[in-house]
């Protein structure tokens, strides 16, 4: 959990990410200001008397989902999550415990590497933290994750999932790997995750990890019977990714352009091509780079190039070429080169 204990605290070089806001506090009106613009509105009850604030507040954000690192520093009790914001909150402990509702009567506990989600639009939600808590929180529009699943699952949860509120990751899971992705992604290009493809990306990934864990725990299906698809689907999905293939879109998008769900875009290349929406998009942007390195001119580096095919993350992209092509990407630009 190395990544994700640094998270918003240092950059890729292990140096002190700048802030330009306040990012600690001993006052309860400026924690609750900060709580109300990056959570929602909610009641935070401190657990003891006269119990002034230490807080850390740190946040950014991943497309359209907000990331903060955030503790009260004092024992806490929250609840009254405001539910008119529409928001999905998902709260993964990197120190001290967290107590969270799962019903009427039932809690459950979250310890270091484990995280806990609530839909706050659709379910009565409290928490108990204790002095030490700490914790990377993920706030989600509830019809950002509605949408990722339309388009990944061609359904919509019902309401069974959007009310359960349980616990999950924790350990070597996918989940934690995907966040500990995600928290040296920060360090290392905050400004690009904001918005724009590698962001989309990213938020994407998220929220079908989230709906995975989330639904796996719950038992609730996210997937109905497929629609089916014929290879014109196909044929124009492989068209599109052509075309796009620098732009790096998303497989919904993808979908999209097609007219089919994910689900039934995925079940149909893999019937008919042998392989996935998204190994195939890799494949074109493996391709499109090796072209540009080998036609290469004055100046251009394999970073510069690179990041014109939507990379930002220069090791894995590296590691990914030699693994496709035999060799490093400065050796084909070399080999341009000496040309």
Known sequence: ??????????????????????????????????????YMPYTVTPVGKSLRPKSIMYATNINRIVVTRFSYGVPIYLDNFDPAHGKIIVLTTLRGHLKHSVGANDSAITARGESFVADCSRAEYWLEGDAQHLQINLTIPHDVVAEVARS?????????????????????????????YAARLLSEAPEKLAGGRI??????????ELLR?????????????????APRHVKWAENFIRAEAAKAPTIAEIANEAGVSVRALSDAFRRFRNTTPGAFLREQ?????????????????VASIASCWGYVN??????AYQQRF???????LGRARDR
């Open 1 to 38: 959990m190395l990544a994700l204990d640094r998270a918003l605290l240092l950059d890729a070089h292990g140096r002190p990410i700048t802030k330009h806001c306040k990012t600690s506090s001993n006052d309860w009106e400026e924690v609750q200001d900060f709580s109300n613009r990056f």
């Open 152 to 180: 990944w699952f061609d359904a919509t949860p019902d309401e069974r999932l959007w009310r359960e509120m349980v616990k999950f990751g924790g350990g070597d899971s996918s989940w934690m790997a995907l966040l500990e």
């Open 199 to 208: 962001g989309a990306h990213l938020e994407e990934a998220i929220c079908v």
């Open 213 to 229: 864990n989330w639904a796996g725990v719950a038992k609730v299906s996210l997937t109905r019977e497929p629609c089916g698809a």
């Open 285 to 301: 942007r493996l391709q499109g780079v090796r072209d540009a390195l080998l036609a290469a001119g004055p100046g251009e580096t």
């Open 314 to 319: 220069f090791g894995m992209f590296a590691r």
């Open 326 to 332: 035999g060799e490093l990407p400065s050796k084909t």
